[in-house]
């Protein structure tokens, strides 16, 4: 398959111009989503909808998510990801296939109907996670775009995913909030820096390669700014598969946790990574079409 998006090969940065569409349905077709609402995904590559679940609903996922934390403390798991720098929880992976509920949140009618309708088909789950932010403690992700890990590592051919942030706790401008580049995911930042065998080993706890370099990424920022969505527990924040985003360290006294589905459109199946390398573990990058059912 020929790669659009080539990236880790040279040894210079360059910014391509994205050769896929962002919303895979007509803006005027009925859906969840209005045309107002689409034409925003459309223009910034992101969608933060306020309250999308009720209290009672974000008092359940907050108690499932105690509990697979706590198991997962002191858990010999690959799927369980510890900070840097310590022995904190920083991530759990494939949550929709190991627990129960989080399987049945992932099937939720409400997203998955949103979900279909931006991608312009039937979709799967690509992967799943915990984001855990602890006070004081919480690192920081830094920029980039997951398409370019995805497309490198995973052998994603298209952008034509959209991941889903569910907060379970209040984000607000001090305990690490989700920041996006808007209208970044019109453009792929093509990265310097051979991909190293067994990368995700140190990526998921510091990502180090397949991030942007100062100038492009300063060059997307001027154009638009960066956004930061605050907002309560229960909200939602979509963004597209490309979009360039980060957070920083969580120096305050408030957590911040995240259940995070990304939803991949079966037309979009996963082809050899184009690093050339073995694929990266299916509780990271599932290779199953398993459709699901709204």
Known sequence: MMDLYPSRVGDK????????????????KPGPLHHEQLNSFEENGYLFLENFFSETEVAVMRAELSKVLESSRDRSDKRVIREPESQEVRSIFAVHEHEEFFKSLSEDKRLV?????LLGSEVYIHQSRINF?????????????DFETWH???GMPQMRAISCSITLTENNPFNGPLMLVPGSHKYFVSCV?????ANYENSLRRQEIGVPDNDSLTKLVKEKGIAAPTGPAGSIILFDCNIMHGSNSNISPYPR??????????ENKLVSPFSGQEP?????ASREKRTVNS
């Open 13 to 28: 940065p360059t910014i391509l111009k994205r050769k896929d569409p962002v919303v895979y349905s007509p803006l005027e």
């Open 113 to 117: 109907e949103v979900l279909k309708q």
């Open 133 to 145: 932010k602890s006070g004081f403690t919480g690192k920081e992700f830094y920029w980039h775009s």
């Open 152 to 154: 490198v590592e995973d």
């Open 193 to 197: 820096g051979k991909t190293p065998e």
């Open 257 to 266: 946790s995240n259940v995070f589905f990304v939803f991949n459109s079966v």
């Open 280 to 284: 990266r573990p299916s509780y990271i």
